[in-house]
Nanobody, 114 residues
Framework: QVQLVESGGGLVQPGGSLRLSCAASGISFSRYVMGWYRQAPGKQRELVARITPSGNTNYSDSVKGRFTISRDNAKNTVYLQMNSLKPEDTAVYYC????????WGQGTQVTVSS
């Protein structure tokens, strides 16, 4: 049974930082492209960042230079370090594993507000 469990969301002031984690089980983690997506109220889910098995990364223009995606294959975990957070970063953040199949986590809420 595949499970992706996100954690680390919460309420933060503008300019603050959060680190999201996504722990995977039931898959050969090191073989999967791992991604972080987000969905704000009334908007479509969008890609935030992605990391390949070899460690290549890409980011949406809206987070480039502020967010960093990384992975620890020994821990079957992918991370999203979010710095200089803005109110427009407020959303539910989802982890996705992609290889032959696609798997999603349940999401974690990030709220950026003063």
């Amino acid at each position: 049974q595949v499970q992706l469990v996100e954690s680390g969301g919460g309420l933060v002031q503008p300019g603050g930082s959060l680190r999201l984690s996504c722990a995977a089980s039931g898959i050969s983690f090191s073989r999967y492209v791992m991604g972080w997506y987000r969905q704000a109220p009334g908007k479509q889910r969008e890609l935030v960042a992605r990391i390949t098995p070899s460690g290549n990364t890409n980011y949406s223009d809206s987070v480039k230079g502020r967010f960093t995606i990384s992975r620890d294959n020994a821990k079957n975990t992918v991370y999203l370090q979010m710095n200089s957070l803005k109110p427009e970063d407020t959303a539910v953040y989802y982890c996705k594993a992609n290889n032959v199949g696609n798997y999603w986590g349940q999401g974690t809420q990030v709220t950026v507000s003063s």
